[in-house]
């Protein structure tokens, strides 16, 4: 049986390089390269400022945190994927609702939203899977009526 990678990062000479600078830098955590990947990320999305964090799990932790998602509310995640995302729900003091994923791509089943959204309900927090991307339009269309309650 062959091996199938979940994923296989395209590494050249170059990235290797920039890396071997960073840790002979003793600047593993912030330092000039932080600085510069932050200012660059804000010109590209033509934005003022970005944040660059330590991982996905402290980025979803301040993103709910930033929408002031707390004790009482919840948050739709699906129902498979990095134990994360509903970690970062809870971290805030939230509830995780979990909605079952669609089989044909594992990401959140659009059509089982829905009926997981009540009075408490402040956010959705889809994820793409497996390099598919999620129904992001669906899921943003009905992620308006979260608003309107």
Same mark, same amino acid.
């Given at each position: 049986?062959?091996?199938?990678?979940?994923?296989?990062?395209?590494?050249?000479?170059?990235?290797?390089?920039?890396?071997?600078?960073?840790?002979?830098?003793?600047?593993?955590?912030?330092?000039?390269?932080? @600085? *510069?990947? #932050?200012?660059?990320? !804000? /010109?590209?999305?033509? =934005?003022?400022?970005? $944040?660059?964090?330590? %991982?996905?799990?402290?980025?979803?932790?301040?993103?709910?945190?930033?929408?002031?998602?707390?004790?009482?509310?919840?948050?739709i995640v699906p129902a498979f994927s990095?134990?994360?995302?509903? @970690? *970062?729900? #809870?971290?805030?003091? !939230? /509830?995780?609702?979990? =909605?079952?994923?669609? $089989?044909?791509?594992? %990401?959140?089943?659009?059509?089982?939203?829905?009926?997981?959204?009540?009075?408490?309900?402040?956010?959705?927090?889809?994820?793409?899977?497996?390099?598919?991307?999620?129904?992001?339009?669906?899921?943003?269309?009905?992620?308006?009526?979260?608003?309107?309650?």
């Amino acid at each position: 049986m062959n091996f199938i990678p979940l994923a296989r990062p395209g590494i050249n000479e170059s990235d290797i390089q920039r890396a071997v600078e960073v840790i002979r830098s003793g600047m593993l955590v912030q330092g000039k390269n932080v @600085n *510069a990947f #932050e200012h660059a990320f !804000a /010109k590209f999305i033509k =934005v003022n400022h970005a $944040i660059a964090l330590s %991982n996905g799990t402290a980025t979803l932790h301040l993103a709910l945190l930033a929408h002031g998602i707390g004790k009482g509310d919840e948050v739709i995640v699906p129902a498979f994927s990095y134990v994360a995302t509903a @970690n *970062a729900v #809870e971290l805030v003091g !939230a /509830k995780p609702v979990f =909605v079952d994923v669609d $089989i044909s791509t594992f %990401n959140i089943d659009v059509k089982q939203i829905e009926e997981k959204i009540s009075a408490r309900t402040r956010a959705i927090i889809p994820v793409h899977e497996f390099g598919l991307a999620c129904d992001i339009e669906e899921v943003c269309r009905i992620a308006v009526k979260i608003i309107l309650l």
